[in-house]
């Protein structure tokens, strides 16, 4: 086997490591793709913050000039947000960004993998991908990565561009837990409650930590799924919400886009045709998620995992 690479990290996130202080990785497609700018820079520097206001240090992850990184500083924040010749990179995409000396943003498959490498277990998003509408077999490669790489994602549930009831049953064929956290019903990001019922209900982080560990203890070998539904003064109509999204997915599928230009393609236009609403409540739910992510870091280096 190859030799596994070692990602490049700030100081301040090798330090942590090495020392057993609480990581928590996050992502950069949600930058270079999800956000515009000036707002996606920072806001990844707002989530930053919310990390380390919860005691756990911030692990932004990307490829840069074809280095895996594990930690960025704002120079390349700003680069990530600004910069439209960053490339999308999923984990299958990782190679050909090294070797070609690329800059992506990493999307959620591609930065659990970043993380495993460097030792990261734990990583809060906004929301993941996963298997899309209609017949056409465009299925993430994030359900994938959480079936094989055991890395710890918080998300805000699914947005309704994908078909949630097959996510979640694609989900437990992949047998990836899911865990929703203070809730009962699976969140759909944007609102609250997908209608859905899926997975196990938590209270406490501590206790999600808990219930990782206890995954990892009996073999399993995939990631961990937390659903952390969207604060209550930030959720959106869904009625409201709902008929934006089917015009963003006729417009897509009008204009025949396909393949990784689908999501940020979907998330540019809901941005865009609610007039700041649906970015302001995408920037609430991420902040949220990672303070979530920070609470449970800190659970796991605490208990000693
Ligand atoms: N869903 C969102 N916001 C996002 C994404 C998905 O609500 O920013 C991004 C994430 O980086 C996710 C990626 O990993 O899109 C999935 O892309 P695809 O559907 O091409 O696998
Ligand atoms: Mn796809």
Not at 121 to 133: E, K, M, P, Q, Y
Not at 150 to 164: E, F, N, P, R, Y
Not at 170 to 176: A, P
């Amino acid at each position: 086997m190859a030799r596994r690479i070692q990602p490049q990290m700030t100081d301040e996130v090798a330090t942590a490591l090495a020392q057993g202080r609480p990581v928590v990785a996050l992502e950069s497609t949600i930058i270079s793709h999800g956000m515009p700018w000036p707002r996606n820079a920072e806001v990844a520097l707002e989530v930053e913050a919310a990390v380390r206001a919860e005691g756990a240090v911030p692990a932004t992850i990307a490829v840069i000039d074809g280095v895996l990184c594990a930690g960025l500083g704002a120079a390349q924040v700003e680069r990530l947000g600004r910069d439209t010749k960053v490339v999308k990179a999923a984990s299958r995409d990782l190679g050909a960004c090294i070797a070609k000396g690329r800059t992506a943003g990493t999307t959620v498959s591609a930065t659990m993998r970043i993380a495993a490498l460097a030792g990261i277990g734990v990583f809060a998003t906004g929301g993941i991908g996963g298997v899309h509408r209609g017949d056409g077999m465009d299925v993430s490669a994030d359900l994938t990565e959480l079936a094989e790489t055991d890395v710890l994602v918080v998300c805000a549930g699914v947005k309704s561009i994908l078909d949630i009831p097959r996510t979640l049953e694609m989900l437990e064929t992949l047998r990836v837990p899911v865990a929703v956290f203070g809730a009962d019903a699976f969140p759909a990001f944007y609102t609250r409650d997908s209608g859905l019922v899926a997975g196990e209900r938590f209270d406490d982080p501590a206790q999600i930590a808990a219930a990782r560990a206890a995954n990892a203890a009996v073999g399993l070998g995939t990631g961990m799924l937390v659903a952390n539904p969207i604060p209550e003064a930030a959720a959106l109509d869904a009625a409201g919400i709902g008929a934006t999204i089917d015009a963003a997915l006729a417009e897509a599928e009008a204009r025949g886009i396909t393949g990784q230009a689908v999501t940020p393609f979907l998330l540019g236009r809901l941005n865009e045709s609610t007039d700041g609403t649906a970015l302001a409540a995408n920037i609430a739910l991420v902040l949220n998620n990672a303070r979530l992510a920070a609470r449970i870091a800190v659970a796991e280096a605490g208990a000693g995992v």
